[in-house]
């Protein structure tokens, strides 16, 4: 075993954590962030941290996919495009002739959409509007066939190829919406995208037993919780596929797709259920952020945004759920402050840093892959893999492979 000062500091570190039991930690990390907008304040910061709470859904979402299955996706912004336009259609008056131009509502806000600007009781307003928190099982519904219909032609790719078909999904998708303005793939005249124009405004959030709507623009706390609610819905159901039976399938063909197909792995549904759940976690997000940011336009939907998610995957830690929660925080306040930092430094040059945004994300992924590719909490399995000659001598290098009882997370 190694003796040097990091790993006596590490295995320091281990044992302060280890004398506090996880559930205390659990709890006392929820109420940090549960009260956490009233440490910040509000302002930007705190809108900032919606943002990053959304899209640390959309990370842990793509980490079933690309984390636990192994299965590359570089066409993730479609399905946070799809699930965006669910919002769009059920929460706006995108379909101004529905119900004989009365519209349809469903345990909506009395003030949603143009009701404030209204005087007295509520009027029917035209187009489709139900409830934010049934639409976001909605976009999970559709979202998780769409991902079934991607992954379906994809079983028999592997690694570039399969990159390729990906990154081809999430170029169409945002291009059959930019020209869905007389019906979907040319079929129908109803137009479901307004082009490149998008839709707005989007009903705003309320809770399914009050009228009122839950924030302003001045108090975004409710929204902040929202999320953070969405958030922690996410991490449970991770954590409990990660766990099951189906996440030691997906870990099994990530490892080796031969090996687990001798033992009886069914390839098929196995992928097909990566796809499906990753997919559905992108509509979830979507919904959210088409909702707060009270518009959903195909401009939102570059290919860029996706290698934004799968870096924040990659740097956090492939597989490693607290990993990519991580990544997806820091590369989120990296993109919201630290850009703009840079663009003041290169100011003076003419040069446009923030106009290169997601260049530089991939730079940085570059450099992460080569010094540290594991992430910066890499799971057990990833760390195994990664440095299995460390292992595999007659010495453990406990720097590199950390503690061999964390090994292996998945419960036996």
């Known amino acids: 075993m190694s003796n040097s000062p990091i790993a006596a500091l590490r295995d320091t570190g281990d044992s302060l954590v280890g004398a506090v039991p996880r559930w205390a930690w659990g709890i006392f990390f929820l109420i940090i962030a549960i009260v956490f907008p009233y440490i910040t304040g509000g302002g930007d910061f705190l809108d900032a941290s919606i943002q990053t709470l959304a899209y640390v859904i959309m990370a842990l979402g793509l980490n079933i996919v690309v984390g636990f299955a192994g299965l590359l996706d570089l066409g993730y912004v479609a399905f946070y495009a799809i699930g965006a336009f669910v919002i769009g259609w059920f929460g706006s008056q995108q379909f101004p002739d529905v119900n004989g131009g009365k519209g349809i509502h469903i345990l909506v806000s009395d003030r949603s959409t143009f009701q404030p600007k209204l005087s007295g009781g509520r009027l029917d307003i035209a187009g489709i509007h139900i409830n934010f928190f049934f639409v976001i099982f909605i976009a999970m519904a559709i979202t998780a066939l769409w991902g079934v219909l991607l992954g379906a032609p994809t079983l028999r790719l592997r690694g570039d190829y399969l990159a390729i078909v990906t990154l081809a999904f999430g170029e169409i998708v945002p291009r059959v919406f930019e020209n869905s303005t007389s019906g979907l793939f040319g079929i129908g005249s109803t137009d479901f995208s307004h082009g490149r124009q998008g839709i707005t405004p989007i009903d705003t959030i309320n809770l399914p037993w009050s009228h009122d709507i839950l924030y302003t623009d001045s108090n975004l706390k409710p929204a902040y919780w929202v999320a953070l609610g969405m958030v922690l819905f996410t991490i449970f159901v991770n954590r409990r596929l990660r766990d099951s039976r189906l996440g030691r399938a997906w870990i099994a063909v990530r490892e080796d797709e031969v090996a687990a197909a001798s033992m009886g792995v069914n390839l098929v549904r196995t992928k097909l259920w990566a796809y499906a759940m990753g997919a559905a976690f992108g509509g979830f997000a979507g919904v959210f952020l088409g ?14 945004f996706s290698v934004f998610i799968l870096a924040m995957v990659i740097v956090g830690g492939m597989g490693n759920i607290w990993g990519v929660i991580v990544g997806a925080i820091a590369l989120s306040m990296m993109n919201r402050y630290g850009l703009p930092q840079l663009n003041n430094l290169s100011e003076p040059l003419g040069f446009d840093v923030t106009a290169i945004s997601f260049g530089i994300f991939g730079f940085f992924l570059l450099i992460m892959m080569v010094l540290r590719p594991e992430g910066l909490i890499p799971s057990g399995r ?8 460390e292992i595999e001598g007659d010495t453990i290098d406990t720097d590199k492979v950390g503690d061999m009882s964390q090994m292996y997370e998945v419960r036996q």
């Open 291 to 304: 909702s707060y940011n009270n518009t959903v336009n195909v401009d939102q939907f570059e290919f860029g």
């Open 382 to 389: 990833r760390r195994l893999e990664l440095h299995e000659a």
